[in-house]
T-cell receptor, first 115, second 112 residues
Framework: GAGVSQSPSNKVTEKGKDVELRCDPISGHTALYWYRQSLGQGLEFLIYFQGNSAPDKSGLPSDRFSAERTGGSVSTLTIQRTQQEDSAVYLC?????????????FGPGTRLTVL | DAKTTQPPSMDCAEGRAANLPCNHSTISGNEYVYWYRQIHSQGPQYIIHGLKNNETNEMASLIITEDRKSSTLILPHATLRDTAVYYCIVGGGGTSYGKLTFGQGTILTVHP
């Protein structure tokens, strides 16, 4: 079966512009996560969706960042008025809610470059 | 803050076992130990996870101490393609699903 897919794979934008990053989780996975990874750094949690529950937004760095998950499947991460410090690889993961721990499966990421 | 402590780097000879340690002294009763790895420019890849018992799959073995305060990931026959950053993470237990907090991980270099 298909894994987690993300688009675009690369995005170059100018400072001040808005960008949208898309994530298609694995079919049937009820949980979806967004992380970002700056150059040479570890993963930083951004936001987490679980079923119909309110998302955990505790990792969003500012109000310029928002995310939606439509129909319990596809998710879009939006960054408004991008800044150069937003440059990073944005990673999406999904998992199946069941017993025995949550194994997250990651997509390939979107590399965002803000000029 | 990450709940785990790992050495920043390790080396291993190809064909030998790679033993990657992790300390997680503040782990709570319902938290699992997960191992992921990230090969350059790729998304993290799940390796294995466990709660109390030792676990083995086609990729690796996970040894968890009886007090659960530390664990070791074992790659039984390391290859050059196993060169990656290895992350030990605790969390995501029971019905408490959520984010995994990644630390800096261990850079494993497998050399010929």
């Amino acid at each position: 079966g298909a894994g987690v897919s993300q688009s675009p794979s690369n995005k170059v934008t100018e400072k001040g512009k808005d960008v949208e990053l898309r994530c298609d989780p694995i079919s049937g996975h009820t949980a979806l996560y967004w992380y970002r990874q700056s150059l040479g750094q570890g993963l930083e949690f951004l936001i987490y969706f679980q079923g119909n529950s309110a998302p955990d937004k505790s990792g969003l760095p500012s109000d310029r960042f928002s995310a939606e998950r439509t129909g319990g499947s596809v998710s879009t991460l939006t960054i408004q008025r991008t800044q150069q410090e937003d440059s990073a690889v944005y990673l999406c993961a999904s998992s199946f809610s069941g017993t025995g721990g949550t194994t997250q499966y990651f997509g390939p990421g979107t590399r965002l470059t803000v000029l | 803050d990450a709940k785990t402590t790992q050495p920043p780097s390790m080396d291993c000879a190809e064909g030998r076992a790679a033993n990657l340690p992790c300390n997680h002294s503040t782990i709570s009763g319902n938290e699992y130990v997960y191992w992921y790895r990230q090969i350059h420019s790729q998304g993290p890849q799940y390796i294995i996870h466990g709660l109390k018992n030792n676990e083995t799959n086609e990729m690796a073995s996970l040894i968890i101490t009886e007090d659960r305060k530390s664990s070791t990931l074992i790659l039984p026959h390391a290859t050059l393609r196993d060169t990656a950053v290895y992350y030990c993470i605790v969390g995501g237990g029971g019905t408490s699903y959520g984010k995994l907090t990644f630390g800096q991980g261990t850079i494993l270099t497998v050399h010929p």
